[in-house]
């Protein structure tokens, strides 16, 4: 009898195990932050400014979910192609338990702007761009999901304003 038993509650654990979670349902985004962030001078000594976004993940669902990866789109706006990305495992496989939030998680595009303006002033330049970033996420085999779409805000972000720690996949 003991066997008969054992046999279905291992099939069970094995198929919650590899199960793909809907991380639209089970996650929030929450405590966003946007802005600028300053890179500081580079190459011919010209000042740089990169979208940034910060934000945390909340287990919303009843369970412990694990393994989960986000991919932040950074766009120009009243552009469609992506203007850079920065893809990171956020939740990694020691999970976040449910009604928990991760820490802070900072996502931020390559690619920006450059000049040998001052910082301020380049977000006041009349050639500036406003960006956006578009959050997708993704557990298990499942296909990227959008989570949310957010304005970069036209504000600096420097070290000492963000807290550049990715979630609690890095010490």
Known sequence: MAR??????????LLTACE?????????????????F??????????????SISL????????DI????????????????AWGEHFIRAIDPSGLAAGSKTQSIVLRSTLGYTADQ????MLQNKEFVDAKVE???????????????????????TQSSTRSVPGPSVP
């Open 4 to 13: 008969r038993l054992t046999v279905p509650v291992l099939a069970a654990l």
């Open 38 to 51: 300053d890179l500081g001078v580079v190459g011919t000594g010209m000042n740089k400014l990169v979208p």
């Open 56 to 63: 945390e993940l909340e287990n919303v669902s009843a369970r």
């Open 118 to 121: 001052a910082r301020a002033q």
């Open 135 to 157: 959050v997708f996420g993704k557990h298990g085999s499942r296909t990227w999901v959008k989570m949310g779409e957010f304005p970069i805000d036209r504000r600096l972000l």
């Open 66 to 81: 694990e393994s989960v990866q986000l991919n932040a789109v950074f766009k120009r706006v009243g552009e469609e192609q």
């Open 20 to 36: 793909s979670r809907e991380v639209e349902k089970d996650l929030r985004i929450v405590e966003v932050n946007t802005g600028w």
